[in-house]
């Protein structure tokens, strides 16, 4: 099953790893060209029934192919709200 094509900013989605747990959320969404799409996510978890950043913010760019559901890429987990 593929979600790359159902990508959208404010998202959370699971790292599909069962050695351990990270969500990350979709902050944008850059379109490189040839097809290819770089996604911009912060690490969070939740706290008190909402999602909160880790480590300060920290930014990272993952290849938009890696949301695809697949065992070690990211699966979705809640369809947030930008």
Known sequence: MSYTGALAIGQIWRE???RYERFVRVLQIDDLGYGQRSVMVCNV???NGKWVD???GQLS???AKRFDGAEG???LH???KA
């Open 16 to 18: 599909n790893d069962e």
């Open 45 to 47: 978890q939740q706290a």
């Open 54 to 56: 880790l480590r300060g």
């Open 61 to 63: 760019w993952i290849n």
């Open 78 to 80: 809640e369809d947030g």
């Open 73 to 75: 890429n990211f699966m």
